[in-house]
């Protein structure tokens, strides 16, 4: 018998997402779920909404709540948090280069990465040096994943995931979704999608 | 000493709040935790963020799950669910009335009936007539308490509580603020609200 599946959509530049990708490996052993990584692009389906900008900074108190809540989290998990400037970041390349990664052996470990990096330490993600940092950092030869990156398949890959996140209802991220298509959105429901993907 | 105090902000056309009303007493008795009923009305709120309308209803794929996301809240809490149509229900009068309750002795018990009656079993709230019925199930004297809910005191007492909202952060229902202006918003951060109100 092959273990539940349940596929993560996630968004470099969301907030919610670093605590959700920190803490998904371990929560998913504990219950016996393979969790398939699928980084997508938030921007196409905010712009479909009408949204230009993301919701925490186009509804001030709305944004300032989120700060106020992530930090809690992050205190809460031990987690080190620091709030990156500007936000959002520029999450495109970080999401083709993740697409590379996920077929190779690293991907799961470059995602964390870079969370930890922007989140934790405050670091510019849409900078390819920080980028180059990351991989060196996990042993990755950076060149040719760079060229990869830009390739016309990883660029469609990216678009198909972001394609196939709305139209299985995506409209926010962390979110996750069970073998049955049974949907859940926020960090705070990752535990509850574990538990829904394992249910007999 | 006295307890611990928690504010409660509720909007009656709120779905996530009826989990939240229906819970939040319990869980203050066992915290040991006072809590004050605020209703207020989301809707000048949103209309001062760009809404006519509830963001469930502006945005159709979060409205979507927002719908199926209740239905497991529900079923995990052991509580009926029937979907309110019209949704958002007009909640002006209910508002009104819950603040005369909370003046007297049964204002608790009135915001948990209303909550039961619209989204338990899919009543009216905007219809007087399912307004009164509740009224007398909890045995208090109808018309005297109508006339009040429409004096110019209580109507100015709700609005005077929907600008105490918005100027305290509230952007959304249920929100929960402890003494020391510690925000938090939603039925699913109840409990952390619960443990922020009682923490030395």
């Given at each position: 018998?092959?273990?539940?599946?349940?596929?993560?959509?996630?968004?470099?530049?969301?907030t919610y997402?670093y605590p959700a990708a920190m803490r998904i490996g371990a929560l998913?052993?504990?219950?016996?779920?393979?969790?398939?990584?699928?980084?997508?692009?938030?921007?196409?389906?905010?712009?479909?909404?009408?949204?230009?900008?993301?919701?925490?900074?186009?509804?001030?108190?709305?944004?300032?709540?989120?700060?106020?809540d992530l930090d809690r989290i992050c205190a809460r998990l031990g987690l080190p948090f620091?709030?990156?400037?500007?936000?959002?970041?520029?999450?495109?390349?970080?999401?083709?280069?993740?697409?590379?990664?996920?077929?190779?052996?690293?991907?799961?470990?470059?995602?964390r990465?870079?969370y930890a990096?922007?989140f934790g330490?405050?670091?510019?993600?849409?900078?390819?040096?920080?980028?180059?940092?990351?991989?060196?950092?996990?042993?990755?030869?950076?060149?040719?994943?760079?060229?990869?990156?830009?390739?016309?398949?990883?660029?469609?890959?990216?678009?198909?995931?972001?394609?196939?996140?709305?139209?299985?209802?995506?409209?926010?991220?962390?979110?996750?979704?069970?073998?049955?298509?049974?949907?859940?959105?926020?960090h705070d429901?990752m535990a509850?999608?574990?538990?829904?993907?394992?249910?007999?």
């Amino acid at each position: 018998m092959s273990r539940p599946t349940l596929d993560f959509y996630l968004e470099f530049a969301s907030t919610y997402s670093y605590p959700a990708a920190m803490r998904i490996g371990a929560l998913a052993q504990a219950a016996g779920v393979a969790v398939r990584w699928r980084p997508f692009l938030l921007g196409p389906i905010f712009k479909a909404q009408g949204w230009d900008n993301s919701p925490f900074n186009i509804y001030p108190a709305k944004g300032r709540y989120m700060w106020r809540d992530l930090d809690r989290i992050c205190a809460r998990l031990g987690l080190p948090f620091r709030r990156p400037d500007p936000f959002p970041q520029p999450s495109l390349l970080t999401a083709r280069l993740a697409h590379v990664g996920l077929d190779e052996s690293w991907g799961e470990g470059f995602c964390r990465a870079v969370y930890a990096a922007e989140f934790g330490e405050g670091r510019q993600i849409g900078d390819e040096g920080v980028l180059r940092d990351l991989l060196q950092g996990l042993g990755v030869a950076v060149e040719p994943v760079l060229v990869r990156a830009r390739s016309d398949e990883i660029k469609e890959r990216l678009r198909a995931t972001t394609a196939e996140a709305q139209a299985r209802g995506v409209f926010g991220a962390p979110t996750f979704i069970c073998a049955d298509g049974e949907l859940f959105w926020g960090h705070d429901r990752m535990a509850e999608a574990m538990a829904w993907a394992v249910r007999k």
